[in-house]
């Protein structure tokens, strides 16, 4: 049996060569004041300051999303179609996760699993927040998972220890310019793998 990584969407869906690489935030908690909107809008924010990135950002919380998976993909919800585009759609994603009980939410598992050959040759990377440890437990999780859906995990992780602390009740961390310099290094390495799995999916399109 041959394995394939050509993404189901139409290549010209995606940006060309010298588009602005697709970068999909993805906020992974949906709980009642979750802090999940903050490191998403600022890693988002510092994506949108490069030329070579568009970034879009998307909520779980603003997205209704059935925890009961058909035996066919005939007339799925709308909310499912249209993440599942979304994700198509991405050069690279960009995954904002909490850690909750040493692991990593239910709503994103769950965001994760209505899809699969979406999220085929695509670069992920990891946002993570949490306690003592900055959720990093949630991440080495989310690597095992995304293996199996053919994906590029990234070694680089933006993570936030005592997340509280972290921002100081702004929108922005405390430590901003060590902050946005391992942002950089973050974006640059995932849109390393971005530009080389696009060319990747042309060259086996034609």
Request: hydrophobic letters at 45%.
């Amino acid at each position: 049996m041959t394995s394939t990584l050509t993404h189901p969407a139409d290549p010209a869906a995606r940006s060309h060569d010298d588009d602005p690489l697709r970068l999909l935030v993805l906020v992974g908690s949906v709980r009642e004041g979750r802090f999940g909107p903050v490191p998403a809008r600022w890693i988002a924010g510092v994506a949108d300051t490069r030329p070579d990135i568009e970034a879009q950002l998307v909520d779980l919380a603003e997205i209704t999303l059935p925890v009961v998976l058909p035996e066919s993909d005939k007339n799925l919800p709308e909310s499912v179609t249209r993440l599942g585009t979304q994700i198509s759609a991405a050069d690279a994603v960009v995954v904002v996760t909490p850690v909750y009980n040493r692991g990593y939410p239910a709503s994103l598992k769950n965001a994760i699993d209505w899809f699969h050959d979406e999220w085929a040759a695509t670069p992920v990377g990891f946002v993570s927040y949490g306690g003592r440890t900055g959720g990093v437990e949630a991440v080495e999780q989310l690597r095992t998972v995304f293996v199996e859906l053919r994906t590029m995990t990234i070694r680089d992780v933006l993570s936030f220890p005592d997340f509280w602390e972290a921002f100081a009740d702004s929108d922005s961390p405390a430590d901003q310019a060590g902050s946005e310099a391992a942002a950089e290094g973050f974006l640059t390495q995932l849109t390393w793998w971005a530009r080389a799995l696009r060319a990747a999916r042309r060259t086996e399109a034609s």
